[in-house]
Structure formats: C-alpha cells, structure tokens
Nanobody, 123 residues
Framework: QVQLVESGGGLVQAGGSLRLSCAVSGRTLSTNSMGWFRQSPGKEREFVATINWSAGTTFHANSVKGRFTISRDNVRSMVYLQMNNLKPEDTAVYYC????????????????WGQGTQVTVSS
C-alpha cells in the first residue's frame, strides 16, 4: 500500500506562491502516475494536475494551466505542485494521489490518497 504525506500548505495573499510536497513511500511498479486533487467546502473533489512516474508526462486542469506545475523527483520519491499567481478560488484542501493509470486525471482512477493539506488564498 502506498503511503502519501503532503506538506507545504498555508495562508497566502492573492498573487502569491506556494509549493506543495508529497512524500511517497511503499510505491510499487504498479504505481504509474501521481496526481494532485483539491476539494473546497460543499464541492466535489476535483482534478488539478497529474504526472507519469517514468515518462514525466504531465497534464494540468484548465483552471490552473499556466499557473501551477506538477513535478516529481524519482530519487527522493517526492511529488511537487508549484502554485503561482494564486487566486481566492484556489482555496481548498489539496490531496496527493497515486494511481495505476498512466495519468491520474479522475477521482475514480486513484488508488491511494494522502491526508490533505489546506491552502487558503486571501483577497
């Protein structure tokens, strides 16, 4: 079972930046991709970004494209989400996710979740 631990959330003003980190342990060859999802109160969990472990291929949601960047460090087994030009609507709990799929672009494709980290963007 893959274990995921997020860190790096916090409070930031609109226009600011944060970098989320996800420490991955217990990963097996069946874990092909990692992703970031987010959930705000009263809303469903939504896809943010995903990366393929071996190829490094990435895909970002339209709402964050050009502002957020997902990356991974295979040696350290870490996944990152660099978030720039943050907006109040980015406020949510952000979850790291692991998937057997080539890219984790939907909640239904996720096999393991982290505990989440809160990101709050003030206007």
């Amino acid at each position: 079972q893959v274990q995921l631990v997020e860190s790096g959330g916090g409070l930031v003003q609109a226009g600011g930046s944060l970098r989320l980190s996800c420490a991955v342990s217990g990963r097996t060859l069946s874990t092909n991709s990692m992703g970031w999802f987010r959930q705000s109160p009263g809303k469903e969990r939504e896809f943010v970004a995903t990366i393929n472990w071996s190829a490094g291929t990435t895909f970002h949601a339209n709402s964050v494209k050009g502002r957020f960047t997902i990356s991974r460090d295979n040696v350290r087994s870490m996944v990152y989400l660099q978030m720039n030009n943050l907006k109040p609507e980015d406020t949510a709990v952000y979850y790291c996710a692991a998937s057997r799929g080539r890219l984790a672009v939907a909640v239904g494709m996720v096999d393991s979740w982290g505990q989440g980290t809160q990101v709050t963007v003030s206007s």
